[in-house]
């Protein structure tokens, strides 16, 4: 299946640079181009594309702003951040509003391709720094966004307790190992789990469970109920993997070195 692109970005040669190795792909296909986030909205409701590399700092529109439009539309592409620094408030600020994935400008042709294919096939992409930046921010908070009693008021106790292991970051097939169950079943509960609480994808999903407090960083997993906050590690020891299999059981995963692992 060819995976219709749109590359947004200020800079004309970076466009230009993407678009060429892009276009020596069969299974890609660019449908176009623009050169802030409000002409990004233009093309994206013209062209249809199902994956946009997105840009944060632009004129008229930066990515943050264009990648929350997008992400409200009806028929929503998948957002794939492209930036120059990892640690960037823009790019934090693009996947809380409801980007995919993250990736360096200067990662290697091979991780673009594989980046760009991951999130289309509906998994998310974080890199091990931006990840601590979701845990630390909400490890500060002091007051939820929304009391975690209310939010698991809609779960049954099976799917409290993937939504805690898909916030620990993981896949479906660890998660099936641990529970003893299928990777079929692990597979049924979290698409319900996103369907209860109308989340698109794993990213959405950590960042829900850190905003309500329903997960605290540095503390041992309790067992989830519905009442008081449940504790657990934030950081996985080996990896931090926000997005592997989100649904479908086969996805990618930064190391902890920021290697692009092959997902399970």
Do not use: C, W
Request: avoid cysteine; charged fraction near 25%.
């Amino acid at each position: 299946m060819t995976v219709r692109v749109l590359i947004v970005d200020d800079q004309e040669l970076i466009r230009i640079g993407f678009r060429l190795f892009l276009q020596t792909r069969a299974d890609l296909e660019v449908v176009g181009e623009a050169a802030d986030g409000r002409e990004a909205l233009d093309r994206a409701a013209e062209l249809r594309p199902d994956v946009v590399l997105m840009d944060v700092r632009m004129p008229r529109m930066d990515g943050v702003e264009a990648t929350a439009r997008l992400t409200r539309t009806d028929r929503p592409p998948r957002v794939l951040i492209l930036t120059t620094y990892d640690l960037d408030e823009y790019v934090f600020g693009a996947l809380r509003a409801g980007a995919s994935g993250f990736l360096l400008k200067d990662a290697p042709r091979e991780r673009l391709i594989e980046a760009i294919h991951v999130v289309h096939q509906g998994e998310a992409l974080l890199s091990p720094s931006i990840t601590r930046r979701l845990i630390e921010d909400y490890a500060a908070r002091t007051d939820p966004v929304r009391p975690a009693a209310d939010l698991l008021t809609a779960l049954t106790p099976r799917e409290r307790e993937m939504l805690l292991l898909v916030a620990q970051g993981l896949s479906n097939q660890e998660i099936a190992a641990r529970l003893v169950v299928t990777e079929a079943t692990v597979k049924s509960h979290v698409g319900s789990v996103f369907a209860k609480l109308h989340l698109r994808d794993r990213v959405q999903a950590v960042v829900l469970a850190y905003e309500h407090g329903i997960v605290v960083p540095g503390r041992p997993p309790t067992p989830l109920d519905p009442g008081p906050h449940v504790v657990a590690h934030g950081l996985p020891p080996r990896r931090l993997r926000v997005n592997v299999a989100g649904g479908s059981g086969v996805g990618a995963a930064f190391d902890d070195r920021g290697d692009l692992e092959q997902g399970r």
